[in-house]
């Protein structure tokens, strides 16, 4: 069994950083997995933000571009997301989702404060 945790959210001010991880353990062939950043606002869609294959590609949504970065550790079987420059919209729940799966975190609350 396979499952995802992931921490790092919480309230921060218009411009500020914050680095989200999304750990993965069990029998989880990680390093075989692409896994994505989900992020869902109030009333709001469910919204792809950036997601990274196993072989390291990486793809953004346009409005995190320049600002957000996510990265692999294999050997520690991590995901994050480094989100700089943070703005009041990108308030959310973040996820990760793992693909080889089909899988879902519980998910991280990220609060930009204007």
């Known amino acids: 069994q396979v499952q995802l945790v992931e921490s790092g959210g919480g309230l921060v001010q218009a411009g500020g950083s914050l680095r989200l991880s999304c750990v993965v353990s069990g029998r989880s062939y990680f390093s075989m997995s692409a896994v994505d950043w989900y992020r869902q606002a109030p009333g709001k869609q469910r919204e792809l933000v950036a997601g990274i294959t196993s072989g390291g590609t990486t793809n953004y949504v346009d409005s995190v571009k320049g600002r957000f970065t996510i990265s692999r550790d294999n050997a520690k079987n991590t995901v994050y997301l480094q989100m700089n420059s943070l703005k009041p919209e990108d308030t959310g729940v973040y996820r990760c989702?793992?693909?080889?799966?089909?899988?879902w975190g519980q998910g991280t609350q990220v609060t930009v404060s204007s």
């Open positions: 989702y793992y693909r080889l799966y089909d899988f």
